[in-house]
């Protein structure tokens, strides 16, 4: 379902913007600046952490990063190209030996969105409201599971605390995904709340309990709230 929203947000923005550009040249205006960063919160579709069949936890991590504003002249559209470091991952929902304690995944990336930005309308060029939409680029920079500190299977220690899902080639690096977010502006001073997600698949193996399980093609959803500040 969300996978379908965003796809049709994405098409939407794109016609919109087809329809506005088509046929005249488009000054671009003054360049701005936004630098901004909040809290994240995420999980792994068709995923179990741990076993197959769990729901998993959402996992709160961090979004930082920014972005360059291309005001196309006499339009309502902005070409909003950005780079954010991006927490992601899950937790898994239910413990099935007591006692012990909680596997998880978490991951972070280099997030590229190519976002074009909508202004909704604005009250007295003070206050002023925003709809961006777009398709991003992501490249993994590291994924861990972990069980707090624990050894991750007691049976075969040989796996240790840690296991890097890069490295040992369970995971995939890259990602391409679709976006969609809703921004407050008052003067320099911004509020924006939105959600990201997978398009491509994002795991390249399963490797079973006490691990993680797959039933599907495993995606990230993530959504998040930032604050920021544009110059």
């Known amino acids: 379902m969300t996978m379908n929203i965003l796809k049709n947000l994405f098409l939407a923005a794109s016609a919109m913007f087809a329809l506005t550009t088509v046929g005249q040249a488009q000054e671009l205006g003054k360049l701005r ?6 809290v994240a919160f995420s999980r792994i ?6 076993h197959n069949g769990d729901t998993g936890a959402y996992l709160t991590n961090f979004r930082a990063g920014g972005s360059v504003v291309l005001p196309f002249e006499e339009t309502i559209f902005s070409f909003t190209p950005g780079l954010y470091v ?3 991952g899950e937790s898994q929902g239910t413990i099935l030996e007591p006692g012990t304690k909680k596997v998880r995944i978490q991951s972070y990336a280099l997030q590229l969105p190519l976002d074009m930005s909508f202004r909704l309308f604005s009250l007295n060029d003070t206050h002023r409201f925003f709809l961006n939409v777009g398709p991003y680029f992501a ?4 994924a861990k599971l972990t069980r707090g500190g624990d050894l991750l299977n007691p049976e075969k220690s040989s796996l240790g605390t840690s296991l890097d899902l890069y490295q040992n080639g369970y995971f995939k690096r890259f990602e391409f995904g679709v976006g969609a977010s809703l921004m407050y502006q008052y003067q320099h001073v911004y509020l924006r709340g939105g959600i990201d997600a997978s398009i491509t698949g994002q795991v390249k193996q399963n490797v079973g ?16 709230i930032t604050l920021g500040y544009e110059f």
């Open 33 to 38: 600046y936004r630098v901004e960063g909040g």
């Open 45 to 50: 579709t068709s995923l179990g952490v741990h």
């Open 86 to 88: 991006v927490g992601r």
């Open 139 to 142: 490249y993994g920079l590291s």
């Open 209 to 224: 309990r006490p691990l993680y399980e797959i039933a599907g093609t495993p995606r990230y959803v993530t959504s998040y």
